[in-house]
């Protein structure tokens, strides 16, 4: 179970980073 959720937490980080990446972009 806390594998799970530690994959979901590192993806969900991963997804922020981009959007980030992406806002900062315009």
Known sequence: FLHSVRSL???ND???KSH???YSAE
């Open 14 to 16: 991963h997804i922020l």
């Open 9 to 11: 937490l590192s993806s």
């Open 20 to 22: 980030r990446k992406y």
